[in-house]
């Protein structure tokens, strides 16, 4: 996959889409040392300091746009790849559906993905040498366990993804469910899903994993099972 550099930008998800206007075609990925004007899910803010990672991949839409949704938890997969070498043995690394990376229970890394007709942008931010501060969640970076080399992360993030996602391409999100599910936040544990921007709607149950659309399952107290295809994880439920 062709990378192109910089070191400060708005956003590599601006970039990517600027530089299909001028004709480049996908795939290829936009890499930037420092962005000024991300946002992750539902329009929020994701801060980019220098020293961390913002890189934007694009690929081809598919010819089924029912399985785009899938492609968020693949490239998690991705991420999740090149991270496990990074971290100590005793430190938990594990997939907040849909895609947020977590170690030890904190974010390092998040996911947008955007779409038009000409290609899909897989966004990834991932706290390197510094993490936010002022978020209503637990965050942690890199550098707090180990020393990483961003162009390297990168260059190994976009070979990962590619496996992937010719993977998905040739057989669907389906033959990556079970090793999807093997690495996800709280499987067959308590959880609550908040369905709304204000946390006002939710549910709660047992984490059963993502079925082979990518959404996630929830059993209630009934043991009926009902598929997620949106939502927020919030707080673990105290049992």
């Known amino acids: ?24 075609k996908p795939s290829f990925a936009v890499y930037a040392h420092q962005q000024t ?4 899910r539902l329009g929020r803010p994701w801060e980019t300091p220098a020293g961390n990672v913002a890189l934007t ?14 492609i968020a938890p693949l490239t998690a997969l991705a991420i ?28 390092v890394s998040g996911t947008l993905i955007e779409a038009d007709r000409t290609a899909i942008y897989i966004g990834v931010g991932i706290n ?17 366990l180990t020393e990483v080399k961003t162009d390297q992360l990168v260059k190994e993030l976009a070979a990962a993804f590619e496996k992937y996602h010719t993977r998905w391409k040739n057989e669907g999100f389906e033959a990556l469910t079970a090793l999807y599910n093997k690495r996800l936040y709280r499987l067959h544990k ?9 946390k006002q709607k939710w ?4 984490c059963c994993g993502v079925n082979r659309y990518g959404h996630l399952q929830l059993k209630d107290e009934k043991g009926q099972i009902k598929a997620h295809s949106a939502g927020d994880i919030d707080a673990p439920l105290q049992h």
């Open 128 to 144: 390197v040498k510094t993490k936010p501060e002022h978020v209503p969640y637990k965050t942690i970076c890199l550098s707090e």
């Open 1 to 24: 996959m062709k990378i192109f550099q910089y070191d400060t930008i708005d956003s590599t998800n601006n970039e990517a889409k600027r530089l299909i206007q001028q004709g480049e």
């Open 190 to 198: 308590p959880l609550r899903i908040s369905l709304d921007r204000e």
């Open 80 to 107: 999740y790849d090149v991270l496990k070498p990074l971290i100590r043995a005793e430190d938990q690394l594990a997939i907040k559906w849909p895609n947020d990376i977590l170690i030890n229970e904190a974010k």
């Open 57 to 70: 991949m694009t690929v081809l839409p598919p010819e089924e746009l029912s399985t785009q949704s899938t």
């Open 203 to 206: 549910e709660e149950g047992i």
């Open 37 to 40: 004007a991300g946002r992750g």
